[in-house]
């Protein structure tokens, strides 16, 4: 049984900060990628930062365009907890973001097929 329990959303003021957590337990899924998606309102989920590495020691991570150089995805191996920081936050960030862990690494890190595992959602609200 695997467990994905996200923490650290909140309401912020455009031009903020927030850090999310995601802590995993449990076991069959791959501990070399996950990712963060969210649903803003109204609209569909979107991936929004990943990692894959091989070692847990170097990551390769990827961005949607709306977040790169804003948002830093990270992990603690020690925690098994994945990190996702949220800087120059704006209005449209505001969504449920969620995040996930797959089974078999396709590459396809943005595509929610990616992943067979979901966390209960932290909400994130950004105000003008």
């Known amino acids: 049984q695997v467990r994905l329990v996200e923490s650290g959303g909140g309401s912020v003021q455009a031009g903020g900060s927030l850090t999310l957590s995601c802590t995993a337990s449990g076991s069959g899924y791959s501990r070399n990628y996950m990712g963060w998606f969210r649903r803003p309102p109204g609209n569909e989920r979107e991936g929004v930062a990943a990692f894959f590495t091989r070692d847990r020691s170097s990551l390769t991570t990827y961005y949607s365009d709306s977040v790169k150089g804003r948002f830093t995805i990270s992990l603690d191996n020690a925690k098994n907890t994945v990190y996702l920081q949220m800087t120059d936050l704006k209005t449209e960030d505001t969504a449920m973001y969620y995040c996930?862990?797959?089974?078999?690494?396709?590459?396809?890190?943005?595509?929610?097929?990616?992943?067979?595992?979901w966390g209960q959602g932290t909400q994130v609200t950004v105000s003008a």
């Open positions: 996930a862990a797959g089974r078999l690494w396709h590459g396809n890190w943005s595509a929610e097929s990616e992943y067979n595992y």
